[in-house]
Structure formats: structure tokens, C-alpha cells
């Protein structure tokens, strides 16, 4: 599975944006996805995950209520809807895709996206 994502960009505090991942190769076996985020000299965190069938999600504290995770299968895509930024979620942004293999757990991830916001 290989994972593109875009979206990303310098936006004011307050303001929106939405990261893309496109996922192509065995898209079939992926079971879960998700979004973290890392900044210098800190370990990468989790910032959503969705389910393959994008029937459960769960969220960072620190973005409940301002993200929103989705996904659209037909396309092969997740989304991470942003809202209501703040300077602290500047970071790089990467997805993250685990699947199934014959009986092998696997995960792949993108090269990511930079968000910078400013106050």
C-alpha cells in the first residue's frame, strides 16, 4: 500500500484546511487508517484513525470537536477536516495505513504534508 498525502499549507489561527491521503496498491486489505503528526525532536503522535468501513473513529483530546476524520472508499482516499486551528497544530502530518497481507500485519506511510499556523 503506498500513501500520498496534500493539502497542506500555512493558514491563520482559526482558519480550516483539509489534508488528503490517497492510497493505491492492495487498498483491499487496508483495515484502519489515521493521521499523526509530528514536530522537531518530538515523537510522531496520533491524531485520528478511521476504520475501513469508516464506521468508528477516535481522536487526540486536542483535536476533539475541531477535526474530523473521514473516508471515501470509492476513491481510495481519507480526509482530515480541520477547523478552528491553532499555532500548537503545526506540524507534519503523515498517513498512516495498517492491512493485512496473508496472515503478516503491515503499515505504510506517507511522506507527509506541513501545516503551519500562524497566530
Known amino acids: 500500500v503506498q500513501l500520498v498525502e496534500s493539502g497542506g499549507g500555512l493558514v491563520q489561527a482559526g482558519g480550516s484546511l483539509r489534508l488528503s491521503c490517497i492510497a493505491s496498491?492492495?487498498?483491499?486489505?487496508?483495515?484502519?487508517m489515521g493521521w499523526y503528526r509530528q514536530t522537531p525532536g518530538k515523537q510522531r503522535e496520533l491524531v485520528a484513525v478511521?476504520?475501513?468501513?469508516?464506521?468508528?473513529?477516535n481522536y487526540a483530546d486536542s483535536v476533539k470537536g475541531r477535526f474530523t476524520i473521514s473516508r471515501d472508499n470509492a476513491k481510495d482516499t481519507m480526509y482530515l477536516q480541520m477547523n478552528s486551528l491553532k499555532p500548537e497544530d503545526t506540524a507534519m502530518y503523515f498517513c498512516?495505513?495498517?492491512?493485512?497481507?496473508?496472515?503478516?500485519?503491515?503499515?505504510?506511510w506517507g511522506q507527509g504534508t506541513q501545516v503551519t499556523v500562524s497566530s
Open positions: 496498491g492492495s487498498t483491499f486489505s487496508i483495515n484502519a
Open positions: 478511521i476504520t475501513s468501513g469508516g464506521g468508528r473513529t
Open positions: 498512516n495505513a495498517r492491512y493485512q497481507i496473508l496472515l503478516s500485519q503491515r503499515e505504510s
